[in-house]
């Protein structure tokens, strides 16, 4: 069975802190992890990885890829309010192109 | 998402009785999603579609059905809700191309409440 696993599944910092998120899986047929930030509503889309040790960058936030210990992670930098969410890690399989999630982590920032 | 809209965003139905939510997509992709978001779960897909007719189920199928007339909707429904269907379901859509960033798009979601 395909299984996403998120770390921590909860986590409260302060306005400029650096924080780390964690997602590990073990699925039959990888093709890409992708990373997705849902505040009120709808996932929004991160990154997409395919491939072991490329970062990716988006501004505070940046993501990287180990497909030889199976996991990845999410780094935020100076940690602003707006970016309290849900981040979602997500693992798309192959064949229907699935997407297999994790249960995510709650993150929140106080000023 | 502009291109994917949900119905009804939500709504509160009474136990055995069958419901019908609605994907509608106006970017012609191919690949569609049901998903439900329960807390501690993330989201966990019921059913899926690669084409007009072809549909497949996921890892939480059981009670619900779907059904692909036509590229741009995508039904889900509840034969006979249950209190565990309480929930929030979300449609997905998938582009194929370009392959660098074939991104999945989600719908904003129904609330539903089986009471």
């Known amino acids: 069975e395909d299984k996403v696993v998120q770390s921590p599944l909860s986590l409260v910092v302060h306005e400029g802190d650096t924080v780390t998120l964690n997602c590990s899986y073990e699925?039959?047929?990888?093709?890409?992890l992708l990373w997705y930030k849902q505040e009120k509503k709808a996932p929004t889309f991160l990154f997409m990885l395919t491939s072991s040790g490329i970062e990716k960058k988006s501004g505070r936030l940046s993501s990287i890829l180990d497909k030889k210990e199976l996991f990845s992670i999410l780094n935020i930098t100076a940690t602003q309010t707006g970016d309290s969410a849900v981040y979602l890690c997500?693992?798309?399989?192959?064949?229907?192109?699935?997407?297999?999630f994790g249960q995510g982590t709650r993150l929140t920032i106080n000023p | 998402d502009a291109g994917i809209t949900q119905s009804p965003r939500h709504k509160v139905t009474e136990t055995g009785t069958p419901v019908t939510l609605r994907c509608h997509q106006t970017e012609n992709h191919r690949y569609m999603y049901w998903y439900r978001q329960d807390p501690g779960h993330g989201l966990r897909l019921i059913h899926y579609s690669y084409g007009v007719k072809d549909t497949d189920k996921g890892e939480v199928s059981d009670g619900y059905s779907v059904s692909r007339s036509k590229t741009e909707d995508f039904l889900l429904t509840l034969e006979s809700a249950t209190s565990s269907q309480t929930s929030v379901y979300f449609c997905?859509?998938?582009?194929?191309?370009?392959?660098?960033?074939?991104?999945?798009?989600f719908g904003s979601g129904t609330r539903l409440t089986v009471v």
């Open positions: 997905a859509t998938r582009r194929e191309l370009p392959i660098f960033n074939y991104g999945y798009t």
């Open positions: 997500a693992v798309r399989v192959g064949g229907a192109q699935k997407l297999v």
């Open positions: 699925v039959t047929n990888f093709r890409s």
